[in-house]
């Protein structure tokens, strides 16, 4: 009797039980839903990365490459670097911050770039 109602009915009950007994049963293999993704160019001698995040990263680069992307990366032509896949999107959005501060990460990613140019 661990249903939603029979929570309810005891008073020791917590919202957590509460809140597990009313979920959806979670799978161990969920599918990435947001993606972190790393673009490099160079541009009038500069080479430059930019990094976001999406759910679709095709659809991203596309957008980025046709000018209609983020503002700094409109009028060059990006190369994707690196991607990482992650279920949920605030997990992204934190990588993507932690991505944005390693430049020593990024400096190597355009080593690479630089060196099949």
């Known amino acids: 009797m661990t249903s939603a ?7 020791h009950a917590t919202k957590s ?21 790393v673009l490099g160019c160079c541009h009038k001698g500069r080479w430059l990365s930019y990094v976001g995040w999406t759910n679709d990263v095709a659809r991203r ?3 980025h490459n046709n000018g209609t ?16 896949a992650f279920r949920t999107r605030v997990e992204a959005m934190s990588r993507e911050w932690h991505l944005k501060r ?14 099949g140019r």
């Open 5 to 11: 109602s029979a929570l309810l009915s005891k008073p």
């Open 61 to 63: 680069l596309a957008k």
């Open 69 to 84: 992307g983020a503002r700094t990366t409109r009028g060059r032509a990006w190369t994707l670097l690196h991607t990482e």
């Open 17 to 37: 039980k509460l809140r597990a007994a009313k979920s959806k049963p979670r799978t161990a293999t969920a599918k990435p839903t947001a993606f972190v993704y």
């Open 102 to 115: 390693d430049r020593a990460f990024r400096k190597k990613l355009m080593d690479g770039l630089r060196a």
